[in-house]
């Protein structure tokens, strides 16, 4: 029995992927029908309640989770109970932007410049230092919520207040080419083993498209990128699943943000990898030796945001790869997402057209086809 | 909501493959704990009591079965009140070897002589007249139980009693050099698709190693079963998978039997073809085009018979994909499977010699290496 904490899709996909080594799993959420429901039992819990987590952990082999916004305190408390991965420093560092790029230098990881700010003025001093800037709140953003862009001489008083008047990261607003992030795991043993770096579209702060491999990264590129992996592996005593964001400018990595959990840029690997990041999550924290990381084909993975395309449709594409969460339809949620391997160019057109992400082509037009 | 008569193993891999798609299983089946448990829920009823027939279909777009033993009244009476797919009309074919065989005909599909048989007199006439035979029950016989070899001029009384005076189709015994099977798929718009002929190795009446495709088949003897399987699929207005078992003699197939459901000769289709098995069965029963039922890589896939080899030594092997259905060990049960992908010919001894399977090569050696 396997303990996840979340019980998103991410939670359902590494239940398919566990279920079919055998295992079964409990998921802690509070929603009462979460996509994960598909793949095991549902429990809600109070972290604080020492009772309900009795509950939750009694026969967990081992406990993980999906998603990052877990209190760390609780998953610190399940650990004296039973193994916790990714370890809940993994969920600290990368809980707050500040000790997040602090790791990042610790680990010799080259990142934008950044200044940490606690008011009005000190974001001032920080705008007028940096110039132009990307403003986050320390804490608690994703997709795109709690930031906003800024420029040297931009009146600081409403960027404070707009963003909650809570401690602030100001960041250098890197004039990248792309992004990129890169799936590296770690096993109990300390083996690592890493996914090709893939190219992300966002739009309105959400995912689009992922491209597996990115079209035209060099191999020094990917070195680059494992060398960092490992060094954050390391640093963390990581085991599981580490998604980590660089922005690529002048044909480096500059790293952006981690993600201590399995990653939607790597949905790809159910269909594109020869062992998925599910299964290489799971088989980290069980203590299994890691599957291949490698690609059978290029893939392109397209999110269905809002809504899902006709399912006929799009099953009529030769090597779609269909996978959906049964989410109730909200504008900005991610409901679904197809992986083409190895198709051409019209089918990748044609997938990016039902999925309404039409504009969306990779910077590297070509490398996918 | 997909119900689907019968929670073992094969449940359990079409409940992965459809929650994928979105959907949700209900499984009938009277243990309590069975491997399709994982994957929704399970209902136990009895088939003659109408009121929990009507709580199994209500909500049901449509209902499939796993196993081929269902009562062919209850699978009618179900489609009274939603789609049933496969149609009960192949239940009733494949439970009795005498409607198989003349199906074979019907359809104009080469399969061994036969002679049915009602009696101890009329046995000793059929063994007379075919002399080298495989006596069989006509119904309820599975995984080499309820049948015999027997000669020209063995005494019939004990074998009519051995095999429970009951009726028996007496066939040809054939020295065939393999045995092959075919995995076809029919869509209820009446397209079809076919998977590679893949052979299979037995050991006591139970499948122990299918590879895939199989060797040295030549392209007119896929061309032959493609042909057979379309007019099997045609003449039983079939939909979903219906797997097709072959002798192979003299380099022509003699059909031996069709299972009308998916089949553990295709459990390699999970990792090693584009579309699975399970997948093309739901998007068949569910009306959705068919996917591509072409290989991604060489497989050979290995049961589990009776224990579980060591996992950990199962998933250094670099292109093992591991299935394991979560049931109790008991000598001569199907435990799980694992499939390799292009995987070379130390890897594969690796896995035979793990899975007790050493001795069982493919007849046709170096296809799969």
Redesign the interface.
Known sequence: LIGVIGGGQLG?MLG?AG????H?FRFLEPSPHPPAA???DVVAIEYDDPTAVDAFVEGCEVVTYEFENVPVDAARRIATRVPVWPPPAALAAAQDRLTEKELFRRAGVPTPQFVPVDSSDELASALSAIGDAVVKTRREGYDGKGQTTAARDDDADPIWNRLGEVPLLVEERVPFERELSLLAVRGRDGATTFYPLVENVHRDGILRVSYAPAGGASSGLQVDAERYGKALLDELAYVGVLAIEFFQRNGGLLANEIAPRVHNSGHWTIDGA?CSQFENHL?AVLG??L??AST??DSVMVNFIGS?PD??AL??V??AH?????KAARPGRKL?HVTL?DADTSAVETVLALAGAGSFLPRAPGTWS
């Open positions: 359902r398919l279920i079919a080594l055998g079964e598909a793949v095991g020869i088989r299994l030796p599957g291949p059978i084909g899902v399912l006929r099953l009529q030769p090597r269909v996978h959906l969460y049964s679904g391997v």
